[in-house]
């Protein structure tokens, strides 16, 4: 009888997610945010995501073998514990406590799952409890859902897990194999963080906005290399300026940050007006340089040869969502394939984790064709939103809802688009989107009018139908099908399609497939019927500082709650009443 795994992620505090296999085989994953209505969930567990997980399997607790969670503990002797005592011994409690206790928080973690599982009716004494290491589950997320033939190369690239920040080995058999690994505060993506606080954003948010605005910037116009070096087999950032604890933080309105006065001091005050200006937009566009020319120096110091071998590179972990830096991921001589997966956030952990602990077993998990892995509705759950909204909208059954939508769209209207299971990770990949006609000038600012209210300069995605004929001449490089990477516009494509291109001629686009993306597939195939194109604006179905909506009640909510006009809610048109109706 095959074997239940329940992965769980959200160990490091933000995050939490599940996942569950049925022997080799991935049924069901999703995010807590999209069922909590809170951005990362931040020191929630994953409890509605492993029931929906255990519903959408069709078991119940007791039926769970064993549980995989991204989180392990971390033995004295390990380099990691003493390299992390030895970088901050300018706050002595920090390293006694990593060497002494160093892993009470696993301990924490471990005491916290027993409670939770015994939610689940999941025995603790009963299950086996798989502990996998935060950046191996990053890894196994990338490499083992879709698993290829013979050695592929694996680079992690994290803030931190259990104290591994930067993680590179290969993946062959079934097996990861580390080469090297970096251990906090050395964390490149912690420099990357430490440089989005300064500049006045959120961390975990924030970041996509540095990465949107440094084309705008002179990456040499300011010299950051000051705050990471590498040389030999050695990366180190300098924790007298970023990645600071204890008495190093720079703290403002009692709170702190993740660098320190001295960074002030060398950089100037921390932004409190616009990016744009000079001297906060050169930063941004340094950081972004020193982030890939870094990460591609150590790729091609512990990873060079094994690519050339293998032709492949799979990258994970959280800072693996600068989509710019894949982009130089893929340009790398010898990387004919590049993997990224689109569920590369600490959310993606329980889907690695789960994988880690079902490979063991020996035979290759079977392969993952969509993440399209959470709830979805019937026809009457949609129909029963619809009738008991306040606002009394109006709902049509449509016979062709890809037909109706296309229609739409072709005509400028910006419209919501709710379709069969919710999509596992950070991309809208077409069954929770608000969809637009790309080829329109004036569609960024609709959306932003009407939904989304972003800044000026941050690009919106596209998504292109695979077999639309002058695909290849748009794109001569161009194969994603998850959105995880920019990519070079031609120029046909830049003057078709002028408001998706970014100021650096690059564009985030999905290549939509009918096996991977069915409906949002079926929709572009009837808009290319009416408009000669197969390609539109696609972002996330929410409003700013949501998640992205997981239930027809959510997608309603932003629906009456925008200045959007259309939702197609499965095969549901829904519309606003008139404002002097006495419905």
């Known amino acids: 009888m095959a074997k239940i795994t329940l992965g769980l992620a959200g160990a490091v505090g933000h995050d939490p997610a599940a996942a569950v296999l049925r022997g080799d085989e991935l049924i069901a994953a999703v995010e807590e945010e999209r069922l909590i209505r809170r951005r990362h969930a931040n020191g929630a567990a994953p409890h509605l995501a492993a029931r929906h997980c255990l519903q959408a399997a069709e078991i119940r607790g007791q039926d769970v073998d064993r549980v995989a969670i991204p989180f392990a503990p971390i033995n004295l002797f390990n380099k990691a514990r003493w390299h992390y005592a030895y970088r901050h011994w300018y706050a002595p409690d920090r390293a006694i406590d990593s060497v002494l206790n160093g892993n009470r928080r696993y301990r924490r973690y471990r005491c916290e799952l027993n409670h939770f599982l015994e939610k689940l009716h999941i025995s603790p004494e009963r299950v086996e409890i798989i502990p996998v290491q935060h950046q191996h589950a990053h890894a196994a997320s990338a490499v083992f859902i879709n698993e290829r033939e013979g050695k592929t190369p694996v680079f992690c690239i994290d803030s931190k897990g ?64 000051s705050l990471a070096r590498f040389k030999g087999r050695r990366f180190k950032v300098n924790n007298h300026l970023i990645s600071t604890v204890g008495i190093r933080r720079y703290k403002a309105k009692n709170k702190g940050h993740y660098f320190s006065k001295k960074l002030v001091e060398l950089l100037g005050p921390r932004r409190v007006g616009n990016l744009t200006d000079d001297p906060y937009v050169h930063y941004a566009a340094a950081i972004q340089k020193l982030y890939e020319d870094l990460a591609l120096r150590m790729i091609d110091r512990f990873l060079g040869e094994h690519i050339a071998e293998s032709g492949r590179l799979a990258v994970a972990g959280t800072g693996s969502m600068n989509i710019r830096l894949n982009r130089r991921l893929a340009s790398i001589p010898g990387v004919d394939e590049l993997i990224v997966t689109p569920a590369c956030s600490d959310s993606g952990t329980a889907i690695g984790a789960a994988a880690f602990a079902a490979r063991r077993d020996g035979e290759p998990l079977a392969p993952v064709q969509n993440l399209f892995l959470g709830p979805r509705y019937t026809r009457r759950q949609c129909e029963l939103a619809v009738e008991s909204h306040r606002d009394r909208p109006s709902a049509e059954v449509l016979e062709n809802p890809a037909e109706r939508a296309a229609q739409l769209i072709a005509q400028g209207q910006v419209i919501g688009w709710f379709q069969g299971k919710m999509e ?160």
């Open 162 to 225: 259990e104290y591994s920040t930067l993680f590179f080995g290969y993946s062959e058999a079934g097996k990861l194999t580390r080469i090297k690994e970096f251990y906090n505060p050395d964390s490149l993506s912690g420099m990357y963080a430490a440089l989005t606080d300064y500049l006045g954003f959120e961390i975990l948010d924030g970041e996509f906005k540095v990465m949107g605005i440094a084309p705008f910037g002179d990456p040499e116009k300011y010299d950051l290399s």
């Open 424 to 583: 596992f990770g950070s991309r809208a990949l077409g069954n929770r989107s608000i969809l637009a006609d790309a080829s329109r000038e004036d569609v960024v600012t609709k959306i932003n009018q009407q939904v989304k209210y972003r800044e000026t300069w941050r690009p919106y995605s596209a998504s292109i139908l695979a077999d639309d004929g002058d695909r290849s001449a748009d794109f001569p490089e161009f194969s994603d099908e998850f959105m995880c990477v920019s990519t070079q516009a031609g120029e046909l494509f830049k003057s078709r399609y002028t408001p998706l291109v970014h100021v650096d001629g690059t564009v985030r686009a999905q290549l939509v497939t009918q096996g991977r993306c069915p409906q949002l597939h079926q929709l572009l195939s009837e808009f290319k019927k009416i408009s000669g194109h197969g390609v539109v604006v696609n972002t996330a179905l929410n409003r700013p500082g949501e998640a992205m909506v997981c239930t027809p009640e959510e997608a309603l909510a932003v629906f009456m709650g925008t200045d959007l006009n259309h939702l197609i809610l499965g095969d549901l048109l829904v519309s606003k009443r008139p404002e002097n109706d006495d419905w």
